[in-house]
C-alpha cells in the first residue's frame, strides 16, 4: 500500500505554483527592464555631441565621421566598425569599414559637424567664408568669422523672410475662408436655383453672379498680394543664399554651402563638458518646440507631441464618461437575464478585437456615416465640391475610434469595482432613508472610482501606442498643429500627427533607415515618456481616491 504524503508536503502546499508563478513575474519584469534599458540607453545619447573620427585606411584613403557601432560581420567572421560619414550629396552617409584596414585615427580640432535643412549632416573643414549681403567683421580666425555670418544670417532671415512668411500664411487662410468656401457655396446655391426652375436672368441668380464676380476679383486682389510677397521673399532669399561658407571633405572635395541652409554648427572634438550640455539642451528643446525637417529625419516633434496629447484628453474626455455610465447600468440597474449575460460577454469580447478592425468600422461609421451626414446637413456646398468638412479623417474621429477601442476596458473595471463595495454599505444606505439614486451618487461611486481610475489607465495606456486605427482615421505623415488663434482655435475636423505613426513612418517608409534610427529611439522614448507621464499622474489620482473612500461614513 502506497503511504500517503505528508500534508505539509512540497506540494501540498501549492509551493510549484507559488515558484511559478514567481518566476513568471521575474520574466515579465527582466524583459520590461530589458526594454526601457535599450530605449533608455540609444534614445539618451543622441543629441549628445560625439567626437569626429578622421581614420586612416591601408589603402590610402581617408574618413570623416562619428563612430557608430561595432559588430562581427557575419560573412568573414571578422570585427567592422560602423562610420557616420554624413555628406549625403557625395555618396552614402554611412560606411562599414573592417577593423584590420583601419591603420591610424585621428580626432582632428578643427572638424566641423554641420546640421542642414537639407541631405542633413555634413562633417568637413571650413576653407572661406564668403559674404557679399552680410555686415561682418573681417577680424578674428576663420571660425569666428563663420560664427558672426551665421549669426548675421539668422537675424536676417527672423527680420526680413520671417514676417513675410507669416503674411503668406495669413494670405492663404484668407482665400481659403473669405474666398474660396465662400464661392463654394454661392456657386452651390447657384446650382441649387437653376435646378429649381430659375432662369439665369432671374434677380436671385443675378445677385448671385454679382457674388461671385466680387469673389473672383476679391481672389484676383488677395493672389495679386500673394504674388509680390512671393516675389519679394524670393529676392531676399537669393540675396542671402550669396552668403556662402565653402567646406571641404577629407578627400578635399570642396562644397559651398549657403547659411540659411545649415541650421547649426558644431566642433565637437573642441567641445567641453558644458558645451556639450548646452549644445544637449538645444537639440532637446528643439525637439519639443520646433517641427519636422528634411521628411521627418530630423528637427522637432512639436505636431506630433500636441497631437498625441490632444488625442488621449480627446478620447478621455468623450467616451470615459460613457463607459463609466455603462459600467454602473450594468452593475447596478439592469436585471440579469439572457441579453444583460450577452451583453456582458460581447462587452469581454469587444477587448480582444484587433484595433485594424475599429479602424475600419471607424472608417465607415464615424467618417462615412457620420461624418457624411453632418457634412450633408450643414455643409451640403462643401460636399457638392468634394471638399467635405467631417466626411474625411481627422482628430476627431480618430479620438472616437479609439474611445470606442478602449470602452470596453473601462465598463469591466466600473463594473468590477461597483462590485467589491460590500454590500451592507448600500443596504446601510437605504436603511438611513436614501433613494437608490443617492445611494450611488454619494456612495457607491465615490468608493468605486479607484476602480474605475484603474480602467482609464489602461484604456489610456492603451489608446496612446495604437497606430493601425489611426493611419485609416485622421494620422498623416506630415500635418500642422490642429489649432490657431483664430475661432474656434481647436480644429477638430483637421488631419493630424501621432508619435506612434510617426515612429512606423521614419521607421518603414524612410529611404533612408539607417539615418533614422536614431530618431526612432528618440519618439520612442518621447512617446514612452508621455505614457508615464499620463499614467503616473492618473495613479497619483487614483491612490488619493483610494485613501479617501477606503472607510465612508454614512
Known sequence: MRPDRPKNSFFRRGEPLVWLSGGALTLVLALTLVLLVVVLVNGLVVFWPQDIMQIHLTDGSMLLGERVSREKDPATGKYRTKIKVGNRENGAAFRWVPDKQIQDVTYPAEAFKLDRTVNLNYFGFLKAVETPELEVPSEGTLAEQFTAAMRAAQRETRQKIEPIEAQERQLARQLNNEVKYATIDVKYRRKQSLREGLSVDSPMVVALDGRLKELRAREKELKGQTENLTAKRTELEASLRQNVAVFHDVSGLEQRMPLVDIVRFTRPNQMGLFAKIGHYAVKTWELFTADPREANQDGGLFPAIFGTVLMVFLMAILCFPLGVLAGIYLGEYAKDGPLVRTVRVAVNNLAGIPSIVYGIFGLGFFIYLCGGTLDT??????????????GKGCIFWASLTLGLLTIPVVIVSTEEALRQIPRGIKEGSYALGATKFQTLYRVLVPMASPGMMTGFILAMARAVGEVAPLMITGAVKSAP???????????????????????????????????TKPMVYVTTLLLLSIVLTMTSVAIWLRNRMRRRYQIRTI
Open 481 to 515: 498643429v490642429p489649432a490657431d488663434g483664430q475661432f474656434p482655435f481647436l480644429h477638430l475636423d483637421q488631419q493630424f500627427m501621432h508619435l506612434g505613426f510617426h515612429i512606423f513612418d521614419i521607421s518603414c517608409k524612410s529611404p533612408n533607415v539607417e539615418a
Open 377 to 390: 446637413l450643414f455643409y451640403p456646398a462643401r460636399l457638392d465640391a468634394s471638399e467635405p468638412v467631417f
